[in-house]
Structure formats: C-alpha cells, structure tokens
C-alpha cells in the first residue's frame, strides 16, 4: 500500500510556470506506475501524464503535451509534473495517483492510489 501528498500547486499567470510534487510513503515505490489526472469543476477527472516503473519512458495528453514533464526520483518516493506555458484552461485539482506493476495507464479507473489532491489556478 501506499499514501500520497501532493504539493506545489497556488495561483499563477498565464505563461507561467509550477512545478507540483507528490510524496508516497512506503518502501516499494519504484514499483508502482505513477500518474497525474487533473478534474475542473462541473468535468470529469481527466488524464494528465504518466511514468513507467524505472522512469524511462512517459506518455501524456495531447493537450499538455510538450508543455508539462512528469519525472520521478525514486531515490525520494517522489513523482513530479513540471507545468510550462500555463494555459487558463489547465486550471483545475490536480492528483497523482500510484497503481501496482508496469505499463502506460491513462485510465483513472486503473489506479488504486490517490493523493488529496492541489488546486492550480492560473489567471488571464
């Protein structure tokens, strides 16, 4: 089992940039795929990013791609997505979430994991 936190989120302009974190406990964490889904008020829970058990490879929504790194630091139990060129409509609660074995996953119904959650704003 695992426990996530999530932190880094706040108020930003448009352009601007955040970098959230996400801290698990526990002693396996370099064998739990990770990922970041981000729900707006009134929409569904949508994916953001993902990252394979070693970090090597990644995969992301087109709508963030190219703007947003997810990265992991096993050494740390730490997962993080870098945001770049913020748009207002990234605006949302962001959530890591961890779920057992390997492989891409961009449903979030595959995840058994789930951090609170950190609000990003970002402002015209």
């Known amino acids: 089992q695992v426990q996530l936190v999530e932190s880094g989120g706040g108020l930003v302009q448009a352009g601007g940039s955040l970098r959230l974190s996400c801290a698990a406990s526990?002693?396996?964490?370099?064998?739990?795929?990770l990922g970041w889904f981000r729900q707006a008020p009134g929409k569904e829970r949508e994916f953001v990013a993902t990252?394979?058990?070693?970090?090597?490879?990644?995969y992301y929504a087109d709508s963030v791609k190219g703007r947003f790194t997810i990265s992991r630091d096993n050494a740390k139990n730490t997962v993080y997505l870098q945001m770049n060129s913020l748009k207002v409509e990234d605006t949302a609660v962001y959530y890591c979430?961890?779920?057992?074995?390997?492989?891409?996953?961009?449903?979030?119904?595959?995840?058994?994991?789930w951090g609170q959650g950190t609000q990003v704003t970002v402002s015209s």
């Open positions: 979430a961890a779920r057992g074995g390997s492989g891409y996953h961009t449903d979030h119904n595959d995840y058994a994991y």
């Open positions: 526990g002693r396996t964490f370099s064998s739990y795929a």
């Open positions: 990252i394979t058990l070693s970090g090597r490879n990644t």
